[in-house]
């Protein structure tokens, strides 16, 4: 991933965070606009329902809220090049992704125990490191039916929920949902 360390041109006069290099004085405009990092991602992050850049690593996330079963959310995501289902990795992630979907919906993201009951990965089959389970989940439907995908729930506050994969299952949980696409 390619990481372009952001330049202010303002008036002509080149300035870095803010400090104008012709007269070393400090543009408290510049500065009161500029990001926290000094890194952004120097392709566009839009589309969706909803779209946030992460200020620190410059990852793009989308939201899209019409539902799907998990494996369509995940080939839906994968079909913009450099998409996948969003992983979240970074503690600063979690409130991010979080707040992209709101208090009130359900989306997926990118883990599952497909392969192995009460292991759950990533997309790419990665070991989910860092979690941010609701109480009591997962669950695998309180032991009643299969739940192999995980949701970020709004209405939890954002915490993680096992899911069923598909809408095929006779429960009362849908199988289907938005979903967050990340591009790194």
């Given at each position: 991933m390619?990481?372009?360390?952001?330049?202010?041109?303002?008036?002509?006069?080149?300035q870095?965070?803010?400090?104008d290099?012709?007269?070393?004085r400090?543009d408290a405009?510049?500065?009161?606009k500029r990001?926290?990092t000094?890194?952004?991602?120097a392709?566009?992050?839009?589309?969706g329902?909803?779209?946030?850049?992460?200020?620190?690593?410059g990852?793009?996330?989308l939201?899209?809220?019409?539902?799907?079963?998990?494996?369509?959310?995940?080939?839906a995501?994968?079909?913009?090049?450099?998409?996948?289902?969003?992983?979240?990795?970074?503690a600063n992630?979690?409130?991010?992704?979080?707040?992209?979907?709101?208090?009130?919906?359900i989306?997926w993201?990118?883990g599952?125990?497909?392969?192995?009951?009460g292991?759950?990965v990533?997309d790419?089959?990665?070991?989910?490191?860092?979690?941010?389970?609701?109480a009591m989940?997962?669950?695998n439907?309180?032991g009643?039916?299969?739940?192999?995908?995980i949701t970020?729930?709004?209405?939890?506050?954002?915490?993680?929920?096992?899911?069923?994969?598909?809408?095929t299952?006779?429960?009362?949980?849908?199988?289907?949902?938005?979903?967050?696409?990340?591009?790194d």
């Amino acid at each position: 991933m390619r990481r372009w360390i952001a330049l202010g041109l303002v008036s002509g006069c080149a300035q870095i965070g803010g400090l104008d290099e012709t007269t070393g004085r400090r543009d408290a405009a510049v500065d009161s606009k500029r990001v926290d990092t000094a890194y952004f991602d120097a392709k566009p992050c839009s589309g969706g329902d909803a779209a946030m850049l992460d200020p620190t690593y410059g990852h793009c996330y989308l939201y899209y809220a019409a539902p799907l079963d998990y494996l369509s959310a995940r080939s839906a995501c994968t079909a913009t090049a450099g998409f996948h289902l969003a992983r979240i990795e970074t503690a600063n992630e979690q409130p991010l992704i979080a707040g992209l979907v709101g208090t009130t919906a359900i989306a997926w993201i990118g883990g599952n125990d497909l392969a192995a009951e009460g292991v759950y990965v990533w997309d790419d089959g990665s070991l989910i490191q860092l979690t941010s389970w609701n109480a009591m989940e997962p669950n695998n439907g309180q032991g009643m039916f299969e739940e192999d995908c995980i949701t970020i729930n709004g209405p939890a506050g954002g915490r993680w929920d096992d899911r069923p994969c598909n809408a095929t299952i006779t429960t009362l949980v849908p199988g289907e949902y938005g979903y967050v696409c990340e591009r790194d």
